[in-house]
């Protein structure tokens, strides 16, 4: 077999510069799940991050952007799975599973820890494949979160048809089974989520609405599918844009809302684009607007419960159906956090690629942890227990033991298996159809005002399975205005509008 002398030195060759940088948490185990999570994000960077530090890709800096406990509850999520699984007895008997995980906070900076996955099991190299099946070093890979990161490291995989099984890239284009032909995912489709907003603009008869969404893939495919959805419902696109990176232009795309007299704002992004833009409608005293939350932001803690929020006006938002608690998930993070200080490097080869080592990590209490934005919690969760599953029956193991120890699973296996594969777990039915999509749970939340603080208030669902259906609870929505807001349709505006439409996009 031939080999790379590429060998994985991204995180190698700078060890002191990684080891403050990269952390990477990692246990052993017959198999290994591959985690890429992003624990840093980019916004809120203050200057620190200059173009000659970017020019080094080599070194890590992920840690100069902002410490996200909402991702490292998510590693927990993943790390409380495996525990799970390892310690049952009926499922993967005999077989333990391990774990790597990376901070994955851009695709310029992480390329590295995705290519450490496909290092030759034992081995530290990238075989350049010959018809041979090699053992990547993983089974499988969780993760990133974004779509457009997840369509940038995905080809890494799939051209070895390493499993992805992944919580929370929901573009469309995942879908393409040409493409991505062993991507599944435990999140459902946006197709899905782009339909139950187009069904809460029609309950209320919104049909005067703006689009906002990021510079990636999330937000341009969402539009795409929004543009096709609204038009058969007579819903017009009265004005779209993309949050701009340097925050001080945001400003403009508000007074542009203003210039079309919109009161409608469906806000699809990531949350890195969303929390400087509501912060800036905030300082900006936007106010008396509905906004539609993507599943992204809906339930994120640190925006509802900024001090100002209540004066924007009324937030529905699209989320993920949760499952309140994974019991005994509060219980693993109290235990995590206790045993801190005793399993910190005490293994040489950890410590010298710094596992476990994350100062933000090792700060974040366990209150932290537990009362973060659960959302992603279960589709986590299904996500490593369809692995586990998958991984069951390509080792074809019984109630009580595998059939046969000789027998090595490889990760196109897994993928087949996956295909197959449908369980039970928390009482939810685990499965995907031909493009590797679980069937669509949502809930639809209001941004509940009416105390001094705001809170998640689950209003209604959307579903595609067993039957599709859709419901509001109207009465539990308290509008900013004391009652039911409705829209107005400038047609005269329309045809500038649809001019400026078609350069606003692209204009950043
Ligand atoms: C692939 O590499 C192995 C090991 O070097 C070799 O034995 C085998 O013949 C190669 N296969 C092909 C198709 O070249
Ligand atoms: C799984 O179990 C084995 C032995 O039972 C143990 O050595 C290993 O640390 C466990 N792994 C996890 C992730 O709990
Ligand atoms: C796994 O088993 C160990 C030992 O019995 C226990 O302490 C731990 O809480 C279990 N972990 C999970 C996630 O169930
Ligand atoms: C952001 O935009 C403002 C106004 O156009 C400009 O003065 C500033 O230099 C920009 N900042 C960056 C970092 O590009
Ligand atoms: C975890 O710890 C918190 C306080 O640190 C405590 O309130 C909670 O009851 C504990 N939960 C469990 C399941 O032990
Ligand atoms: C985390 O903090 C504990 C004490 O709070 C300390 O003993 C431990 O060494 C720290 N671990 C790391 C990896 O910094
Ligand atoms: C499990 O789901 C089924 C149907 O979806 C429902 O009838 C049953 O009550 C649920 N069981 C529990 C324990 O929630
Ligand atoms: C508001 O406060 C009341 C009384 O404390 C409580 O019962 C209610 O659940 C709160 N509502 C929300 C939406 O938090
Ligand atoms: C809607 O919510 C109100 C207030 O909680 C409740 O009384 C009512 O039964 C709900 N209606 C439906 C159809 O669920």
């Known amino acids: 077999m031939l080999f790379l002398v590429v060998m994985v030195s991204f995180h190698l060759m700078k060890q002191s510069d990684t080891c403050s940088s990269l952390p990477q948490l990692s246990l052993d185990g017959d198999y290994i799940l591959g985690g890429l999570f992003q624990l840093h994000e980019k916004y809120g960077v203050t200057g620190t991050v200059t173009d000659t530090e970017n020019r080094k890709p080599e070194v890590l800096q992920c840690h100069r952007f902002t410490f996200s406990s909402a991702s490292y509850q998510q590693i927990q ?4 799975a495996i525990e799970e699984i390892n310690n049952s007895t009926l499922l993967l008997p005999g077989v333990s599973l391990g774990y790597e995980i990376f901070d994955y ?11 450490d996955f496909l290092t030759q099991k034992g081995r530290g190299a990238i075989p350049v494949w010959n018809g041979t099946n090699y053992r990547p070093k993983v089974i499988s890979v969780t993760g990133p979160f974004g779509s457009s990161q997840t369509i940038s490291v995905a080809p890494l995989y799939m051209s070895e048809m390493i499993p992805m099984v992944t919580h929370g890239a929901s573009s469309v284009q995942l879908s393409y089974k040409n493409r991505f032909p062993s991507f599944f995912r435990t999140i459902p489709s946006d197709k899905y989520q782009v339909a139950a907003i187009v069904r809460i603009l029609r309950q209320f008869n919104w049909n005067w609405v703006a689009f906002i969404g990021g510079d990636n893939d999330y937000s341009r495919d969402a539009l795409t599918v929004f543009q096709d959805e609204i038009r058969p419902a007579n819903i017009c696109l009265a004005y779209q844009d993309t949050i701009p990176q340097n925050q001080s232009l945001i400003g403009r795309l508000f007074n542009n809302i203003a210039m079309f007299n919109i009161q409608v704002i469906v806000v699809f992004a990531n949350v890195e684009f969303v929390i400087p833009f509501i912060q800036k409608a905030i300082d900006l005293r936007v106010k008396e607007k509905i906004w539609i939350a993507s599943e992204t932001w809906s339930m994120n803690q640190e925006l509802i419960k900024k001090s100002q929020i209540k004066r924007i006006g009324t937030v529905l938002g699209i989320t993920v159906q949760r499952h309140k608690d994974l019991r005994g998930f509060d219980e693993f993070i109290n235990n995590t956090v206790k045993s801190r200080h005793e399993n910190a490097c005490t293994d040489m080869d950890l410590k ?18 537990i009362g973060e934005d659960p959302t992603y919690s279960f589709v986590i969760y299904s996500a490593v227990y369809a692995v586990a599953h998958a991984l069951h029956n390509a080792l074809r193991c019984g109630t009580w033991n595998c059939a046969d120890s000789e027998i090595i699973a490889y990760p196109y296996m897994v993928t087949e298996a996956l295909k197959q594969v449908k369980f039970k777990l928390d009482n ?8 590797g999509d679980p069937p669509a749970h949502y809930d639809i939340v209001h ?10 208030v ?3 669902s959307y579903l595609t399975n067993p039957t599709p259906s859709f419901h509001i609870n109207e009465t539990l929505i308290h509008w900013f205005a004391g009652t039911k807001v409705s829209t107005k349709f400038f047609k005269s505006m329309q045809v500038y509008i649809t001019h400026h439409q078609n350069t606003a996009w692209y204009s950043n």
């Open 458 to 460: 689950d209003i209604g």
């Open 352 to 369: 010298e690629r710094c596992g476990q080592i994350c100062s933000d990590c090792n700060s974040t209490s366990a209150q932290t942890i």
């Open 105 to 115: 906070c851009s695709d310029l900076l992480s390329y590295g820890a995705a290519l």
């Open 428 to 435: 939810q039915s685990i499965e995907f159809d031909e493009n």
């Open 447 to 456: 941004w509940d005002c009416k105390n001094k603080t705001c809170s998640n």
């Open 77 to 80: 999520v993943m790390r409380f």
